[in-house]
C-alpha cells in the first residue's frame, strides 16, 4: 500500500466522526492560537515602547533610585532604600548648567471622577520643561507655567484616553476633574502617544511635579530625566550625574543613556514575550496529550479492521504509517486554523493594545503544532501495528 492510500484511508477514518475529530483539534486550534496572539501583544507592545522612547531624541540620560544592575533594585522585587527628592534634582540643574534640561518625574495611580464618570489612571509629574524632553502634542490648552509648578497649582493635562472617557462629548479645556477626591483644572489634552518609558501616555494626566508632591502626601520622586545639549555629550552628561548623585547615595543609583535603557526595556519585554509564549505552549502539550488519548480509543475501536488488514497483507508499516498520518493531519489542520484564529484576534486586538504578528512565532506554533502530532500519534501507532492479527479479528 503507498502513502497516498495510507492519506485516504486515514481522511475516510478522520471523517467518519466529524464530532470527536474537531473536539481533539480544539486542543492545538487554542494553543497556537494563544502562541500566536500572546507573541503579537508582547511585540506590538515591545516595538511601541521602544518606538516612543527612540522618538524622544538620542540625548536623554535616566537617573533611577536603587542599584538596578547589580541587586535588581527598582524592577520587580527589588528594594529602594534612598529616594530621590526634587533637592537632588536641583542639584543636577545646578551643577550641569543651563544648556542641559531636568526634569524630576512622579509617577502614581490615582482615580479620576467627572460627575458620574469614574475611572482609574496614573499621574504623571514634572516640571515646567516636560513638554521639551516627552514632545508633546497638544490637541487644545498648554502646558503647566513655571509659577504654577512653583505654587503646586491643581491644574492638569489629560491623555488622549482620559479626555475621551471623562469628556466624550464636550471640550475638557476649563473644565473641573476629580483628583483623588481633590478638583483640578483641566488646562490642556494632548494627542495619543501611545507607550513609553513611563507607561501608557494615553492613559495619564500630567500635572506639575510640587502638585502631585502635595496630592500623594510624600516628598519623593520616581527619577530625574536630563535631556542633553548635544546628542554627542550624552556619555558626558552620564558621567557628571553619577559623580553629582555619589556623595549622598554612594552605589544606591543608576544612570542610564537612552541607548542603555531601550537594551534594558528590549531584554525583560523579550524575556516577558518568550514566557508567555512558553505559558501558551502548555496548551500544545495538553493538545498533544489529547491526541494520543483519542487515537489509542481509535486504535481499541479498530481492532477488528486492523486485524482484516494484516490478515488480508498489510504490513506493520502500512498500520503504522496510517495511525500516524491520522495524528498529523489532526495536528496540522489544528495548526491551520489556530494560525488564523489568532491572526484575527491579533487584528481584533490592535484596536485596544498594539500587536504584530511575527513570522517567526507563526512558523514556530505551526511547525510545533506538527510536532505534537508525529510525537503523540507515534505510540498508538505503533500500537496498532503491533497487534496479532489472529487476537485482533477475535476481538469484541
Known amino acids: 500500500m503507498n502513502i497516498f492510500e495510507s492519506f485516504r484511508i486515514a481522511l475516510r477514518a478522520l471523517n467518519a466522526n466529524k464530532v470527536r475529530s474537531i473536539l481533539t483539534m480544539l486542543g492545538v486550534i487554542i494553543g497556537v492560537a494563544a502562541v500566536i496572539l500572546l507573541v503579537a501583544i508582547g511585540t506590538g507592545v515591545q516595538k511601541e515602547v521602544t518606538g516612543s522612547i527612540e522618538g524622544l531624541g538620542s540625548n536623554l540620560v535616566f537617573a533611577f533610585p536603587g542599584n ?92 488622549s484616553r482620559v479626555r475621551d472617557q471623562l469628556f466624550p462629548l464636550r471640550d475638557p479645556i476649563g473644565e473641573t476633574v476629580d483628583v483623588n477626591g481633590q478638583r483640578f483644572t483641566v488646562i490642556g489634552h494632548v494627542a495619543s502617544q501611545g507607550g513609553s518609558l513611563t507607561g501608557d501616555q494615553d492613559n495619564q494626566v500630567f500635572m506639575p511635579v510640587t502638585t502631585a508632591q502635595r496630592l500623594l502626601g510624600t516628598t519623593d520622586i520616581s527619577i530625574i530625566i536630563i535631556k542633553a545639549a548635544d546628542p554627542e555629550n550624552v556619555n558626558s552628561v552620564q558621567a557628571q550625574v553619577e559623580r553629582i548623585l555619589k556623595p549622598r547615595f554612594g552605589e544606591e543609583f543608576s544612570v542610564f543613556t537612552q541607548a542603555q535603557t531601550l537594551g534594558i526595556l528590549s531584554d525583560l519585554l523579550g524575556t516577558l514575550t518568550v514566557m508567555l509564549a512558553g505559558i501558551a505552549g502548555i496548551s500544545l502539550l495538553v493538545g498533544g496529550i489529547g491526541i494520543m488519548n483519542i487515537m489509542l480509543v481509535s486504535v481499541s475501536e479498530r481492532t477488528r479492521e486492523i486485524g482484516i488488514r494484516k490478515a488480508v497483507g498489510a ?25 488564523v484564529l489568532g491572526w484575527v484576534g491579533s487584528a481584533a486586538l490592535s484596536t485596544v493594545v498594539p500587536t504584530e504578528i511575527t513570522p517567526w512565532a507563526v512558523a514556530l506554533a505551526f511547525l510545533f503544532s506538527a510536532g505534537v502530532g508525529i510525537f503523540f500519534g507515534v505510540y498508538p501507532a505503533y500500537r496498532a501495528s503491533r497487534l496479532d492479527p489472529i487476537e485482533a479479528l477475535r476481538y469484541e
Open 68 to 159: 538596578i544592575e547589580e541587586s535588581g533594585a527598582g524592577g520587580p522585587g527589588g528594594t529602594i532604600t534612598k529616594q530621590f527628592t526634587i533637592e537632588d534634582a536641583d542639584l543636577i540643574d545646578r551643577r550641569l548648567g543651563p544648556d542641559e534640561i531636568v526634569v524630576p518625574v512622579i509617577q502614581a495611580a490615582a482615580t479620576l471622577k467627572v460627575g458620574n464618570r469614574e475611572m482609574r489612571t496614573t499621574v504623571a509629574a514634572g516640571n515646567e520643561y516636560s513638554g521639551e524632553v516627552f514632545a508633546a502634542d497638544y490637541v487644545d490648552g498648554r502646558g503647566y507655567r513655571r509659577s504654577e509648578v512653583q505654587a503646586a497649582s491643581r491644574v492638569v493635562i489629560l491623555g
Open 315 to 339: 504490513k506493520t508499516y502500512d498500520i503504522l504509517s496510517q495511525f500516524v498520518i491520522e495524528a498529523v493531519m489532526l495536528s496540522v489542520a489544528g495548526g491551520v486554523i489556530g494560525i
